[in-house]
């Protein structure tokens, strides 16, 4: 765990989203604080991925206020702000014919980099992915947690002061998914701020410094796990407990 300081670096005031008919994201309010690790949970379908695409700029059309460093988001593309959000997106973005090297290459230009800042950079995410020797080989034969690793540098590449990460530690295997995690300390200890999507309640509680349930597009509660078992009625119990309690045992079995 860090030390977050309570400066908010991303404030979100009734954020509603829909797609046609359906609403996804439903009057969302929450702040993120600088330098902390904020978890961002719901079960399938709760709109985790929705926010963090409104958040990042993927999709228009939505409402509420979006503050980023104390400036209100303005709708439509937005450079200055994308320099300095990183957004690890769920399904991997990666040029599979590319080596490792070529792809962070890729993806440095259209942030901007070039030259000797874009050589440094994608050394330093490289390593950061532990991909260094790795580098020149193409990313088809790369396995699922190199690939998941790779999808983190990539977004991390340009030093963003705020990275959104979904789902980055989907279908790894241990070794992976603890590379990851020390990757995403570095990270803290740099004092980036990160917002964490997983599935893993047991993640959420060895990472995170506060999380965010979501359920049905709405927060259904915010804090720490302390905080968050005592509003559920089931102090001292794990994160995966408080999560059901506080989201219901049924199924979200819609189809995608
Ligand atoms: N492109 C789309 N068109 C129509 N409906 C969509 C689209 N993307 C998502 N939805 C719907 O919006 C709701 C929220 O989906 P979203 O992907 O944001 O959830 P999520 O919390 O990220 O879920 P998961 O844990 O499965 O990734 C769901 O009901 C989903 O079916
Ligand atoms: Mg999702």
Redesign the pocket.
């Known amino acids: 765990m860090n030390a977050p300081d309570s400066v908010a670096i991303l404030e979100v005031e009734n954020l509603a989203y829909s797609?046609?008919a359906?609403r996804?994201?439903d009057g969302l309010s929450f702040e993120v604080r600088r330098g902390e690790c904020f978890g961002f949970l719901?079960?399938?379908?709760?709109?985790?991925?929705?926010?963090l695409s409104c958040i990042i700029g993927l999709l228009e059309g939505w409402s509420g206020v979006l503050r980023f460093d104390g400036v209100e988001r303005r709708p439509g593309r937005d450079p200055a702000l994308r320099a300095r959000i990183g957004y690890v997106p769920?399904e991997l973005a990666l040029y599979e014919e590319l080596s490792a090297r070529e792809n962070l290459a890729f993806f440095g230009r259209i942030q901007g980099l070039e030259g000797a800042e874009l050589a440094g950079a994608v050394d330093r995410s490289l390593a950061i992915a532990g991909l260094g020797d790795r580098a020149r080989d193409r990313v088809e034969g790369f396995s699922g947690g190199m690939k998941r690793r790779l999808n983190l540098a990539a977004a991390e590449l340009h030093s963003p002061e705020l990275l959104l990460l979904?789902?980055p530690t989907a279908g790894v295997d241990p070794q992976s998914r603890n590379h990851l995690f020390e990757a995403l300390s570095t990270l803290l200890a740099e004092g980036r701020t990160l917002i964490y999507?997983t599935?893993y309640m047991e993640e959420a509680e060895r990472l995170c410094d506060r999380v965010l349930i979501?359920n049905d597009?709405r927060a259904a509660a915010c804090g720490t796990h302390q905080e968050l078992a005592a509003q559920a009625g089931v102090p001292d119990a794990d994160l995966e407990r408080v999560f059901l309690e506080l989201t219901g045992r049924s199924l979200r079995d819609?189809?995608?």
């Open positions: 797609y046609g359906r996804a994201v719901g079960p399938n379908g709760a709109g985790k991925t929705t926010a769920q979904d789902e999507t599935h979501l597009g819609e189809a995608a």
